[in-house]
C-alpha cells in the first residue's frame, strides 16, 4: 500500500544500473495541457498547463505556458477535470455492507468489506469516475465508518484515500428495525440523542465521543424533510454541521440546509426521476448550499453519476456548482478536500482528460491519469482485451 | 407464391383493408372528437399563420452549426429555410440570435403517458391507453425538445397489440390532444424476456398457433369465396339451363300450332340428361365464416403490410424471433435487444433492424439476468452492418423527455455516432416519416425546438417548441428574444 517501498527498489535500482527504469516515469515533471479545464470554482478556464511531479500537481498556469519540463503532452481539444467522486456508492464491496446485529455500529469500517480487484471499480475508473466514497448501508442508526478508495490504483499508488471516515449515521426509516428496536423516527432520535449525551459525558477517545467532540466528521442519511430537520437540530446542540444526504425534500428544505454549512448529498438522478426530485439541486445552490451527487454506482453504469449532474442542471443548477457536486464538493464530502477533487497546487494528480465538457454526456473519457500515471486512454475501438466488456 | 392463389389472396387483403380503414376513420371520429382532424386545417386563412424565425443557429446532421437568417414557418410546414427573403403579409417575426434550432425530438421506442395494461390482443390499440389529457406530461416532453414519439402497445407477453405513431399537437381551445400520425404503426409482440425459461416457450407456442389460426381463418375465407363462386355459377348455370329449356318447350308448339301441353314449365326430369348433383335440392349456400378482428390485424403483418415489433432482450429469444420471422413470413424488429451484440450476424443475416432503449439500468446484474449492454450494443450492430434506432424504452414512460440525453450517454462511447442525428433524422426515417419529419427544410412539418444554447450542451434550455406550426410552448425563465413584426404571438 506505502508508496515509499516501490520508490526505494527502484532509486536502489537505478544507482546500481544507472538507468532510468520507466516505471520511475512517475518522477518525471510532466506537462498536460488542454483547450480548457475545469478550475476550482467549477467554470471552465481556457488554456490550461498543469505541471504534475511525484504524482503532484505542481502549478496550474493559464495561457501560453513555456516550462522546463521532461515531458509534455497536449491534447487539442478536450478538457481537464480532476477525477470525478461517487460519493455515495457501494463500489467494490463484498455482500452486505451493513452489520445487522446491532444498530449501533459506530467501530465498524466499511473499508473492511473491499474488494479492491473488484471490476467495477476499474469500470468506474475508466468512466471518469476516479474515486468513490463507499459507505455502509443506510440502515442502522450508527452504522460505522466510510472509506474512500481509488478506483484505479497502479502499482505503487496507495488504493485507499480514506479509511476512518466519515462516522455514517441514518435517520428515518432506513435506521427502524423491528428486531432491533427503535421501531420510530422519534425512538430513533431518541436513542441517538442518548447516545450522543453519554458518550459526550463518557469521554474517551471512541468514535462516538469524537464525534461529539467534532475531532470527526459525519455524514447523516435523512431521508425526508422531518428526518433534516431533525439532524440539523440535534447536531446543532454540539455545534456540527454534518453532510447531509438527502434528496426527497431538498426543495422545501433548502433554506434550513444551507444554514448548515455542510456539503448536502443529492441524487442519484435517472431518467425516471419526478421534476419535484429533478429541482432540488437548483433549488439548494440557490439557497447558498453546496451539493455533490452520488451516481448511484454500481447499481447504475458509472456515466450515471454526470447523468445526474446533467439533469440538475437542466432544472436549474448552475453548470459550475454541478462541476463541483462531481469533484470538490464530492471530495469535501468525504473529508478529503485538500486532496482531491481540484486542479490546485499540492493536490494529488488524478485528473480526467474528457473530450468535452464533462456535463456534456456525449463527452467521452480520453485518458485517466491517477497520482501522475497515465492508467486509461479510449482507444477509437475499444479493445475487449482492455475493457472486458466494461466488465460489470 | 403461386400465381393461382396470388389472386384471391390480394383480393381479401383488400377487403381487410377497407374495412379495417373505415373502422380506424370511426375509431378517430369518435375517440379524438375530432381533435386531429380539425389540427391539420389552417387556423388562420387559407395562407395559414407565418412565423419568421431570424438568425438562428441550426445544426447539420453532422453536428455543423451555421447560422441562418430565415426559417419561414407557414401553416403547418416549414417553407423556406436560408437567406432573408420577402415575405408579405402579416407575420410574427423572432430574433433568435445566439438561439439554436433543431427539428423536434422524435422518440423511436416510447412508454410516453401510457396506462399499464394487463391484457394482450392483437386488436389492443397503444393510443387507446395513451393519456391524452396529462397535460404536464406534455410540458416536461417540450421542456426537453420531444414533440413526437412512437407508442408501442404493452401488456403481458404473446402478441399484444398495434402500436401508433403520435405527434403531440394540441387540441382545440388549449386542450392536449395528441395526433396520431400513424395508427398500427407495427405489430407489437412480446417474447417475455423477463420471465422463467418454460414460460418464454409457451408464450412462443402460444404466438406461433395465433398465426397458424390466423392463417386457417384466412382458408375458411377464401374456401368461402370459392365456394360461393362455385354455388353462383351453379345457381346461374342452373338459370341459363332452365330458360333454355324453357324456350325450347316454348318453341316447340309454336310451329305446329298445337297448344301447349298440359306440362307446366317444372324443374326438368333426371331422365331428360340432368347431371344428378344438379338437382336443385342438392345446390346449398356455403356458411359465411364469422368476421375475426384478431385475425385480421394478424393477416396483415402475414401479408407484410405492417411490421411487427417483437421485443425480445436475451439473445435466444431474438434468435426465436428470426425463426418466427422466416416461418411466417413476417417483416420484423427486434425491440429491445439487449444482448443483440451476442448475435449480431444472425441479425444481418436475416436483415432485421434493432431498436434500442434506455442505457440506464445495465450497471449491476445477477447471473440470472441478461445483460444489458446498449451502448457497446450499438457498437456491435453497427460493425455488422444491422440498422439500429435508439429511443428510451417502455420500463417507464417518464424517460422519453430525456432521449436526447441517452443518445447522448449512447454517443459517448460509440464512435461515429451524433446524438442528436439519432433522435431527429434518423428517428423519422426509422418510422418511415422522413419525408415530413426530422430535418429542418422546406416542406417539412414545421416541428421545431428553439435552444438557448447549443442543444447538447447541459445548461442550455428549451425556450420555444413549435408544433404543425403553433408555438405550444414557452420557457418562462429564460429571456426572451424579441417578437417584432406584423403579428402578437397567439
Known sequence: ??????????????????????????????????????????????????????????????????????????????VISPGLIDVASTLGVVGDNVERKS????????????????????????????????????????????????????????????????????????????????????GVLHELREAMRSARSGGGTSRLARMVRGELDVLVEADSAEDVDAALRLFGQYGLSPAIRHTSDAVETAEDL????????????????????????????????????????PFLEPDALRLSAALAVRYGLDPAAARRGLTINAARAAGLGNRVGALTPGADADIVIFSGDPLRLDSSVVEVWIAGQRVHHASPQPSQEEDGWRAW | ??????????????????????????????????????????????????????????????????????????????????PAVEIQGRATRLDLAGAFVTPGLI???????????????????????????????????????????????????????????????????????GEVVKEDAALCIDLGSGESALRRLATLDGIRKQFKDAKAYRESLETYEDDLKEYEEKIKARAEK???????????????????????????????????????????????????????????????????????????????????????????????????????????????????????????????????????????????????ALGSGVADGANSRFVLLNAQMLAANVAGVYALQLVTTDAAEFLGLGERFGRLAPRRAADLVVWSGHPLDAGSRVQRVYVDGRLVYRDEQSTEPSAGGGGEEQ
Open chain 1, 1 to 78: 500500500m506505502s508508496v515509499r517501498f516501490p520508490l526505494l527498489a527502484v532509486a536502489a535500482a537505478a544507482a546500481i544500473c544507472g538507468v532510468l527504469a520507466p516505471a520511475l516515469a512517475m518522477q518525471e515533471r510532466t506537462a498536460i495541457s488542454a483547450p480548457w479545464a475545469v478550475g476550482p470554482d467549477g467554470s471552465l478556464m481556457k488554456d490550461v498547463t498543469l505541471i504534475i511531479a511525484d504524482g503532484r500537481i505542481e502549478r496550474v498556469l493559464q495561457g501560453p505556458a513555456n516550462v522546463n519540463v521532461d515531458r509534455t503532452i497536449r491534447f487539442e481539444t478536450g
Open chain 1, 103 to 186: 444498530v449501533f455500529d459506530p467501530d465498524a469500517s466499511v473499508v473492511d468489506a473491499l474488494d479492491a480487484l473488484s471490476a467495477t471499480l476499474r469500470a468506474a475508473g475508466q468512466s471518469g469516475v476516479t474515486a468513490a466514497m463507499i459507505r455502509p448501508a443506510p440502515s442502522g442508526i450508527i452504522s460505522g465508518a466510510a472509506a474512500t478508495v481509488r478506483t484505479i490504483a497502479p502499482q505503487g499508488v496507495e488504493r485507499l484515500l480514506r479509511a476512518d471516515g466519515p462516522l455514517t449515521l441514518t435517520l428515518g426509516p432506513g435506521a427502524w428495525d423491528v428486531d432491533l428496536g427503535p421501531t420510530s423516527r422519534a
Open chain 1, 258 to 297: 444551507a444554514e448548515n454549512q455542510g456539503v448536502v448529498i443529492v441524487g442519484p438522478y435517472t431518467f425516471s426521476s419526478e421534476i419535484r426530485l429533478l429541482a432540488g439541486p437548483g433549488r439548494l445552490a440557490q439557497a447558498g448550499c453546496e451539493v455533490a451527487f452520488s451516481g448511484g454506482l
Open chain 2, 1 to 82: 407464391m403461386i400465381p393461382a392463389l396470388h389472386g384471391p389472396r390480394q383480393r381479401v387483403a383488400r377487403r381487410y383493408r377497407r374495412s379495417r380503414a373505415a373502422r380506424i376513420m370511426g375509431a378517430l371520429a369518435l375517440s379524438l372528437g375530432g381533435a386531429g382532424a380539425t389540427l391539420a386545417q389552417p387556423t388562420f386563412g387559407p395562407q395559414g399563420r407565418v412565423t419568421i424565425l431570424e438568425n438562428a443557429t441550426i445544426i447539420n446532421p453532422t453536428g455543423v452549426a451555421t447560422q441562418v437568417a430565415m426559417i419561414v414557418l407557414r401553416g403547418e410546414t416549414i417553407e423556406h429555410i436560408g
Open chain 2, 107 to 177: 422518440d423511436v421506442y416510447s412508454g410516453l403517458g401510457m396506462t399499464a395494461t394487463r391484457s394482450a390482443s392483437p386488436v389492443n390499440r397503444a393510443f387507446d391507453a395513451f393519456d391524452r389529457y396529462n397535460a404536464e406530461l406534455f410540458r416536461e416532453a417540450f421542456r426537453n425538445g420531444v414533440t413526437m414519439m412512437y407508442l408501442p402497445a404493452t401488456g403481458s407477453s404473446g402478441i399484444v397489440g398495434t402500436g401508433a405513431i403520435v405527434r403531440l399537437a394540441p387540441g382545440e381551445g388549449g386542450g392536449w390532444a
Open chain 2, 242 to 388: 332452365e330458360a333454355k329449356e324453357q324456350s325450347k318447350e316454348g318453341d316447340k308448339p309454336a310451329p305446329g300450332g298445337a297448344p301447349p301441353t298440359q306440362q307446366r314449365p317444372e324443374p326438368p326430369q333426371p331422365a331428360e340428361g340432368a347431371k344428378p348433383e344438379e338437382k336443385k335440392d342438392e345446390i346449398t349456400k356455403p356458411r359465411q365464416p364469422g368476421a375475426d378482428p384478431s385475425a385480421e390485424v394478424l393477416l396483415r403483418a402475414l401479408d407484410r403490410e405492417i411490421i411487427a415489433r417483437v421485443v425480445a432482450d436475451r439473445s435466444s429469444d431474438i434468435i426465436n424471433a428470426l425463426v418466427l420471422a422466416r416461418e411466417f413470413n413476417l417483416k420484423i424488429i427486434i425491440e429491445g435487444g439487449s444482448e443483440a451484440y451476442l448475435v449480431a450476424d444472425q441479425l444481418d443475416e436475416a436483415d432485421v433492424p434493432v431498436v434500442l432503449g434506455s442505457l440506464l439500468g445495465s450497471g449491476l446484474h445477477r447471473n440470472d439476468q441478461y445483460r444489458r449492454q446498449i451502448d457497446r450494443c450499438a457498437a456491435v450492430l453497427s460493425e455488422a452492418g444491422v440498422e439500429w
